[in-house]
């Protein structure tokens, strides 16, 4: 099973990043996927997540900025980040959920600065 995310970066505020992960080793269209971040010194904390059938919900510190989504041909799944800000900065990662089966990403940097 692997978990691999790309497309990070240092961006300006105000720009935008799509972040991609790309999953191997499991049923991937089965799996609800979530996108996570993690900023320095602080808690993990949920970004987005899409379901199996691709219904979407954020955190409502990104709503209306980023946007889910998933390709099941690929296996895999996408973070389109728009309107960054400096709070965005976070190491961003993808995890794929069910019950009893939990695997994650090694995380890609996303910095927000000018």
């Known amino acids: 099973v692997q978990l691999v995310e790309s497309g990070g970066g240092l961006v300006q505020p105000g720009g935008s990043l799509r972040l991609s992960c790309a999953a191997s080793?499991?049923?991937?269209?089965?799996?609800?996927m979530t996108w996570f971040r993690q900023a320095p010194g602080k808690e993990r904390e949920w970004v987005a997540v899409?379901?199996?059938?691709?219904?979407?919900n954020y955190a409502d510190s990104v709503k209306g900025r980023f946007t889910i989504s998933r390709d099941n041909d690929k296996n895999m799944v996408f973070l389109q980040m728009n309107s960054l800000k400096p709070e965005d900065t976070a190491v961003y990662f993808c995890r794929a959920w069910r019950v009893g089966v939990e695997y994650w990403g090694q995380g890609t940097q996303v910095t927000v600065s000018s």
């Open positions: 899409i379901t199996s059938k691709s219904v979407t």
């Open positions: 080793g499991f049923t991937f269209s089965s799996f609800p």
